[in-house]
């Protein structure tokens, strides 16, 4: 199969492949996805198929707005409306009780399902022409470092799917938040952009990420954001230089925020705060790994704001 890479001019195809039970990437302002109708079990298949995604790993549904709620949950709590209300559209994902038209291969057998109100344009055009909830997982190779452009998903997807619109590159650059809104206590089963903090005025979570097997979200005992090179992380700009002194020979680079690579005298940096490196993160683990064996990443400071991106380097030195 061809893969095409298109733009805005091609989201009509897009939403008429998604009608014919295709699947179709599109950019997030998190990361980009894998689409297919959430009421389609032969394209939801293809999903799976794609990314070669374990089947007990269930999917996100996106919507284009508040009003689509009702088509794939039910039981909706006030809650949800002003969560969504204030965040979207944006990078929260809230676990509500699944109505019945949702096939299970979208909730993995669950009789709970994740939705969200994306906020790239281009998402909320292609959902709103194919008139389908859209379910779709990040359009990478299940296990692999997530797509932040058009370029990663066609080094992944090539040749298995027939289109990726680009949108450019992903503003947020690491998934959204998971927020569980159907247990007695809500609690975030993947932390994001969006924080406990942010949460505060509507909700008090609890952060329940852990890992393996007992974890309520089955996406998270599976290694994600794996890249190809070995990961150590470095607690200091000295201990990155001691680390890297010692890797050198096989091939090593420091990669942290601007001011640790700055002290470390070598190494790319991700920006100057955490919304920088978010974006940066997994373009720049995509390149690195190619060129190096060892990936020497700084360990951020344990803050709030720092928590996505901690789950995720953390998931990447497995
Ligand atoms: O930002 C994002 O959320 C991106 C973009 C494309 O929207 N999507 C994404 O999807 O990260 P994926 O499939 O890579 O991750 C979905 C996560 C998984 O950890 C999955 O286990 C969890 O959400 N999840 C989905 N449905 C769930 C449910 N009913 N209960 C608990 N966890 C669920
Ligand atoms: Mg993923």
């Given at each position: 199969?061809?893969?095409?890479?298109?733009?805005?001019?091609?989201?009509?195809?897009?939403?008429?492949?998604?009608?014919?039970?295709?699947?179709?990437?599109?950019?997030?302002?998190?990361?980009?996805?894998?689409?297919?109708?959430a009421y389609c079990d032969t394209a939801i298949s293809k999903i799976f198929?794609?990314?070669?995604?374990?089947?007990?790993?269930?999917?996100?549904?996106?919507?284009?707005?508040?009003?689509?709620?009702?088509?794939?949950?039910?039981?909706?709590?006030?809650?949800?409306?002003?969560?969504?209300?204030?965040?979207?559209?944006?990078?929260?994902?809230?676990i509500l009780h699944k109505n019945a038209t949702v096939s299970p291969l979208?909730?993995?057998?669950?009789?709970?399902?994740?939705?969200?109100?994306?906020?790239?344009?281009?998402?909320?055009?292609?959902?709103?022409?194919?008139?389908?909830?859209?379910?779709?997982?990040?359009?990478?190779?299940?296990?692999?470092?997530?797509?932040?452009?058009?370029?990663?998903?066609?080094?992944?997807?090539?040749?298995?799917?027939?289109?990726?619109?680009?949108?450019?590159?992903?503003?947020?650059?690491?998934?959204?938040?998971?927020?569980?809104?159907?247990?007695?206590?809500?609690?975030?089963?993947?932390?994001?952009?969006?924080?406990?903090?942010?949460?505060?005025?509507?909700?008090?979570?609890?952060?329940?990420?852990?890992?393996?097997?007992?974890?309520?979200?089955?996406?998270?005992?599976?290694?994600?954001?794996?890249?190809?090179?070995?990961?150590?992380?470095?607690?200091?700009?000295?201990?990155?230089?001691?680390?890297?002194?010692?890797?050198?020979?096989?091939?090593?680079?420091?990669?942290?925020?601007?001011?640790?690579?700055?002290?470390?005298?070598?190494?790319?940096?991700?920006?100057?705060?955490?919304?920088?490196?978010?974006?940066?993160?997994?373009?720049?683990?995509?390149?690195?790994?190619?060129?190096?064996?060892?990936?020497?990443?700084?360990?951020?400071?344990?803050?709030?704001?720092?928590?996505?991106?901690?789950?995720?380097?953390?998931?990447?030195?497995?």
């Amino acid at each position: 199969m061809k893969t095409k890479i298109g733009g805005y001019q091609d989201i009509p195809l897009a939403a008429s492949l998604i009608k014919k039970g295709e699947i179709v990437a599109f950019p997030t302002e998190t990361v980009y996805g894998l689409g297919a109708s959430a009421y389609c079990d032969t394209a939801i298949s293809k999903i799976f198929t794609a990314k070669g995604r374990p089947q007990d790993n269930p999917l996100i549904v996106h919507l284009a707005d508040i009003f689509a709620l009702t088509q794939v949950a039910r039981d909706i709590p006030q809650l949800a409306y002003d969560l969504l209300d204030n965040f979207s559209p944006g990078p929260l994902t809230l676990i509500l009780h699944k109505n019945a038209t949702v096939s299970p291969l979208v909730t993995a057998g669950l009789d709970t399902v994740a939705v969200r109100i994306p906020s790239h344009n281009m998402a909320l055009e292609l959902i709103r022409q194919s008139g389908l909830p859209l379910c779709a997982p990040s359009a990478n190779t299940s296990s692999r470092v997530s797509p932040t452009t058009a370029a990663h998903v066609y080094e992944d997807m090539q040749g298995k799917i027939s289109l990726i619109l680009d949108g450019g590159s992903c503003e947020v650059g690491v998934e959204s938040t998971v927020l569980d809104l159907t247990s007695p206590k809500a609690a975030i089963l993947r932390p994001g952009k969006i924080t406990p903090s942010m949460l505060l005025p509507f909700l008090k979570v609890s952060v329940d990420t852990p890992q393996g097997e007992s974890a309520k979200s089955p996406g998270t005992k599976y290694r994600h954001y794996a890249p190809l090179a070995k990961v150590a992380l470095a607690n200091s700009p000295k201990e990155a230089q001691e680390l890297y002194n010692d890797f050198y020979e096989g091939k090593a680079i420091i990669i942290g925020s601007k001011d640790f690579v700055e002290k470390c005298g070598n190494g790319i940096s991700l920006g100057k705060d955490s919304p920088e490196i978010a974006s940066n993160l997994y373009a720049t683990l995509r390149v690195a790994e190619k060129e190096y064996d060892y990936l020497i990443i700084e360990k951020l400071a344990d803050c709030e704001e720092n928590a996505a991106l901690i789950n995720r380097i953390m998931h990447a030195a497995g």
